[in-house]
């Protein structure tokens, strides 16, 4: 997992294009902008949603097998958990259309990020990652998700 701010992108442009131009898109992206598929390139797609933060996120901690995401709240603040999966039980077995197995019984040297109001997270697929976490109270969000491809 990589967290960072969006004043530093350009530390992106010469260790992935890909990861790049998906944080440019965030950096460019304006609070209005429409809840969708956006896509990028090829390689890269982006997901704007909106949604109620909460207390805990029921499915457990997710991985990819074939992407990495960038998650970053372009309005509102999000708790994601984070836990390497090595060593974790699965949760819901792995779901080809969807490229996601979730997981259960995080290790102890799991933690949590903080993430909006300039600060973004990368997750890659060894990144069990539990999104939707509130701060400090539940808030509606705004969020964009980056797709990067792997394949």
């Known amino acids: 997992m990589i967290l960072d701010t969006l004043q530093n992108i350009e530390t992106y442009k010469n260790i992935s294009k890909d990861i790049y131009e998906g944080l440019k898109f965030i950096a460019n992206a304006k609070h209005d902008i429409k809840i969708g598929d956006y896509f990028i390139n090829d390689n890269v797609k982006a997901i704007v949603s909106e949604y ?8 457990g901690y997710e991985a990819h097998k074939h992407v990495i995401d960038i998650q970053y709240p372009i309005i509102g603040l999000e708790r994601i958990k984070w836990s390497p999966i090595i060593g974790m039980d699965v949760n819901t077995p792995y779901e080809i259309e969807k490229d996601r197995t ?12 903080d993430i909006g109001n300039g600060i973004f997270a990368i997750m890659f697929p060894q990144d069990g990652h539990s999104p939707q976490h509130y701060v400090n ?14 394949t």
């Open 102 to 113: 979730f997981y259960k019984n995080p290790l102890p040297q799991g933690t949590h990020v």
């Open 52 to 59: 109620w933060t909460v207390e805990s996120f029921e499915r």
């Open 137 to 150: 109270k539940p808030e509606f969000i705004k969020k964009i998700t980056i797709k990067v491809s792997l």
